[in-house]
Structures are given as C-alpha cells and as structure tokens.
C-alpha cells in the first residue's frame, strides 16, 4: 500500500491526461514488484519530470522512465540516443539521476550528434548532460556497472547496445523506446546468453516501451544447488516470466 500512497500525486495527474493510466500503472507494479522500489523517489522524479517536460505535449514516457529510474536507485543511467529524436526522456533522466545522484551518461555516434544532443538539452532543461561520442556497441563496453539502461528501438544498433551493455552485479533495468508489439522481438535474443532475465512487460506508452527486469549476475550461484529457470509467457498480455527452481 505505501506504494500507491508514494506515488499517488503522480498517478493522479496521469489519469487526468490518459485514461489508459490505472490499467499502465498497474502493469508497472508489475514489473517494480520484484525490484528493491522506493516509491517516494520514484514520485519525485516523477512529478519533477512532469514540471520539466511541460514543453512537450507527449510526455508521459519521459516521466514514467524518469520514475522506474529513480525508484530503482539507479547509480549509472545510460541512454543511447537517437539523432533527430526529442530529448524529454533524457530531461526526465537527469531529473532522476539528481534524486539518486547518479551518473547519467549519453551515447551518440558522432560529433553532429552530440552537437544537436547537447544544444537541445540546453535550450529544453538548462541541462548539460555527460555525452560520449562513438560506435554504442564499442562505448557500451567502456561503461561498467550499468544500472538502468535507456535505447531507441529505431537506432539500428538498438539490439548491439543491449546486448554489449555491461550491467551492475545487482542486474539492472533495460528500456526499449518506439517498441512494436507486433514484431518479433524477444528479449531472450538481443541478450547475452545466460542472463536472467526476472520480467518483462510492453507498456502502450508513447510509441511504446519494451522494459525489461535483468536479475544480478550472482543468482544461482550460492551453495547447495543450482537453479534452472523455467520461461512462461503469459498469452493474453504477452508478458515473459522466468522463474528459478532449485535442483539438487
């Protein structure tokens, strides 16, 4: 209940905007669920996100990311951004990376990039952000630790930068922006093999968000057995679950 409570304010102005909002926020419960949440940052970020973005008429993606990141307690949020796209998520991640004091980083591909990137931010937010120019997959690898990882699904490199990103020990959280239900996209493939992924869920947010819960890199490696991890998809929402079973 203390979430519902936290994030309240946030969710109220939402479904003043989108009648869609409770059955969204219920599907972010979802997911949230199984992560270490604190929902008073997350509904910081959030209503600090909305009071930043009020420039942009859709930005109801911007201010759900900037939530789950900060209600995740990102240390290290990267995005990979995609030239001629609007900067609101990457307003609404540096609000988050404020309230986790975190380090937000940008990866483009080139100086014209960072050039347009860095003026937007400036123009939009007063916002200079950290930009990293060069190939996403070569950058990924130079960026330990990720915890919440931010990519354009119309960037042709979407699936390279997520699968060269290097996640914290903890796991991390991957979003996909611009997500089509209705391709054949599946986490399972754009990830390094043996990464456990705890859930997943596509939210109709925007053009649609792809999110994906990464546990730590250490599960199943205690004592006394080892874990195999048994898929499900739910058919009616679509949704992935990968559950771990103890084997002796």
């Known amino acids: 209940m203390i979430m519902g409570r936290s994030l309240g304010p946030a969710i109220s102005w939402l479904t ?11 599907n972010l419960k979802q997911i949230i669920t199984e992560m270490n949440w ?4 997350a509904s910081k970020a959030y209503i600090d ?5 009020k420039i942009f008429q859709e930005s109801s993606v911007a201010e759900l990311i900037a939530a789950m990141a900060a209600g995740w307690n990102a240390k290290l949020i990267v995005e990979a951004w995609w030239r001629g ?3 609101s998520t990457s307003i609404g991640l540096a609000v988050a990376s404020r309230h986790t004091q975190a380090r937000h980083v940008c990866v483009v591909p080139d100086e014209l990039s960072r ?5 937007a931010m400036m123009r939009e937010a007063g916002i200079s952000p950290e ?21 354009d699904c119309r960037r042709k490199d979407y699936a390279g930068v997520l699968r060269k990103g290097k996640l914290s020990p903890k796991g991390g959280v991957l979003v996909c922006k611009h997500a089509n239900p209705q391709r054949t996209f599946r986490w399972r493939s754009v990830l390094t093999a043996g990464t456990p992924v705890v ?18 890199s250490s599960t199943g490696s205690s004592s006394g057995g080892t874990d195999r991890w048994i898929r499900y998809v739910d058919q009616e929402s679509g949704e992935e679950h990968i559950f771990s079973r103890r084997m002796r």
Do not use: N, W
């Open 16 to 26: 003043k905007r989108d009648d869609k909002a409770v059955k969204l926020y219920q």
């Open 38 to 41: 604190c929902p008073d940052t």
């Open 49 to 53: 996100t909305v009071k930043s973005c």
């Open 85 to 87: 796209g609007v900067v």
């Open 115 to 119: 050039s347009e990137y860095m003026e």
């Open 131 to 151: 930009v990293m120019v060069g190939e996403a997959e070569e950058v990924m690898q130079r960026i330990p630790e990720v915890d919440f990882l931010v990519v």
């Open 199 to 216: 859930r997943t869920v596509f939210l109709p947010v925007g053009k649609g968000l792809d999110i994906a819960h990464v546990g730590s």
